[in-house]
């Protein structure tokens, strides 16, 4: 413990306000993109791997509140207390079109077919834009129980997840039937919901609890308890086996899955954690904070003991050449 390097982090300015949200791409062509919701106003894009500035979106007249790029990280979507949500080319920054509501709007996500942007607010209504025809009416999902806080796509667009501000639990509701089909009981309300990029299990943050649940049975899998309050959770996506959460007492902090041990803490955002995300390689993450900032940490390994067994969800460490010799020979050996 006492060896442990400081981690030093990239740090991103540039937003004037709290950083609220922040949403990874997948790996495209031209790399992976960042995007960062801030409550002034002006959505930003960067490069996800180094942190640069790529551009602004300029054109809400309040916080945004939630951020999104679509899988090929052509647009982007945001969701703002001006009671819009807006759609952009995320190439341009230009406005492609803005879907008006009735109070502000407090999450957004792209389908995974990237034709429909799914919305929720304060209105307690979730509203499905069909992007191939913006200016037809959204279909709408009545009966959220609450002001609605997140929402995101599940089994190939056939499910949404969504929680509220004021309620626990993670409802799921069946986007055919529009009927809410199950609840996901959590004592204290889903500040952070992500599905991992298997599909396999769903990562939620309520109160000071990090939750892992089947995402195809819905059981839960795994709970483990925070030294605080935390705000967000994300999942590596390569290995699986660890998770970043961060929250009130400022430290963004690295678990192992399996066991919930805190392996590394990060120190440096001077005001709590509004959002955490792995990069969709895993090989590093993100945090944005009160102090309006986005600090991009690299992941270390597991520390040198737990690089001696083995990790359940797949090697710690690449095998060498001679390693694959040695095994062939023994297996041979075992044979004869």
């Known amino acids: 413990m006492d060896k442990k390097k400081v981690a030093v982090p990239l740090v991103c300015h540039g937003h004037s306000r709290p950083v609220v949200d922040l949403f990874y791409s997948p790996i495209t062509p031209d790399g992976y993109f960042l995007i ?14 180094t942190g640069d500035w790529i551009g602004t979106f300029e054109g809400h007249k309040g916080a945004v509140w939630s951020c999104c790029l679509d899988t090929n990280a052509l647009r982007a ?16 920054g230009d406005v492609l079109h803005s879907f008006d509501h009735k109070h502000i709007v407090r999450a957004c996500s792209f389908s995974e077919d990237t034709n429909f942007l799914l ?10 834009f ?33 929680s509220c501000s004021d309620s626990g639990g993670v409802r799921l509701w069946d986007v055919r039937s529009g009927q809410m089909v199950r609840t996901l009981e959590t004592k204290s309300p889903v ?28 059981g839960l899998v795994k709970s483990y308890d925070m030294p605080c309050n935390v705000e967000s959770a994300s999942l590596e996506p390569k290995m699986g086996d660890k998770f970043i959460a961060g929250g009130e007492d400022m430290w963004i902090r690295l678990f192992d899955f399996n066991t919930g041990e805190e392996i590394g803490c990060n120190k440096g ?25 986005i600090r991009i940490w690299q992941t270390a390994p597991l520390n040198p003991k737990e690089k001696e067994s083995s990790v359940p969800n797949g090697p710690s460490k690449p095998i ?5 010799g040695t095994k062939l020979e023994d297996l041979k050996v075992a044979r004869e």
């Open 36 to 49: 960062s919701a801030s409550k002034d106003s002006t959505p930003m894009l960067r490069n996800g791997e």
């Open 77 to 92: 979507a945001s969701a703002s207390a001006d009671f819009t949500a807006k759609l952009w080319d995320a190439l341009t």
């Open 119 to 128: 919305t929720g607010g304060f209105e307690k209504i979730l509203r499905i």
């Open 130 to 162: 069909d992007l191939n025809r913006p200016d037809a009416p959204p279909r709408e999902v009545e009966h959220s129980p609450g002001s609605v806080r997140t929402v995101t796509w599940l089994h190939s667009d056939q499910t949404i997840l969504s």
């Open 191 to 218: 500040t952070s919901a992500e599905v991992s990029k298997d599909g396999r299990y769903i990562t939620t943050a309520d109160g000071s609890s990090v939750k892992f649940w089947d995402a195809n049975h819905f």
């Open 269 to 293: 955002h001077h005001g709590p954690v509004h959002c955490v995300r792995f990069s969709p390689g895993g090989e590093s993450y993100a945090s944005g904070s009160e102090d309006g900032t």
């Open 320 to 324: 060498t050449v001679e390693e694959i």
